[in-house]
């Protein structure tokens, strides 16, 4: 199995159908983004689209954010989903090794991520790379009525 990780560089019809594969097996409320969502995020300055092709088939995704705020360079993993068939391969450790060397890169000191707690299989995998958990709270306003 091979694994090669890459920065999406536009929204082609195999990447419109990698997220609508990809999607339903990370969010059962959200729905996959429009090709033209897709354009945005990956021409937008502060968004990295990372795509994992494994034997030449994009099976994972990421996304990395990466923002100046006055404090420095901050940088988030999201939306970090890998296709039920390759999990277990290590196509999860090899998008966040990635991300992480791309955050790097761009400035950032840090990178922070959140994932639900019933996702088993990838806090273990974040805390496998290195990524503690933060004495914080999160919150979150919903602007949908």
């Given at each position: 199995m091979t694994v090669?990780?890459?920065?999406?560089?536009?929204?082609?019809?195999?990447?419109?159908?990698?997220?609508?594969?990809?999607i339903p097996q990370l969010s059962k409320s959200s729905p996959p983004p429009t090709e033209a969502e897709l354009t945005e995020m990956i021409a937008g300055d502060a968004s990295d689209m990372l795509v994992a092709r494994v034997d030449g088939v994009i099976l994972g995704t990421l996304t990395l954010i990466t923002f100046r705020i006055p404090t420095g360079v901050r940088a988030w993993i999201e939306d970090v989903v890998v296709d039920d068939a390759a999990r277990g391969?290590?196509?999860?450790?090899?998008?966040?090794?990635?991300?992480?060397?791309?955050?790097?890169?761009?400035?950032?000191?840090?990178?922070?991520?959140?994932?639900?707690?019933?996702?088993?299989?990838?806090?273990r995998l974040y805390q496998r790379i290195g990524f503690q958990p933060r004495d914080t709270n999160v919150y979150r306003f919903s602007l949908e009525a």
């Open positions: 090669e990780i890459q920065i999406a560089d536009e929204a082609t019809p195999e990447l419109v159908a990698a997220f609508a594969r990809l391969h290590g196509v999860g450790d090899k998008l966040n090794r990635f991300a992480l060397d791309l955050a790097k890169a761009k400035g950032a000191k840090t990178v922070d991520l959140t994932s639900r707690p019933s996702r088993e299989a990838a806090n």
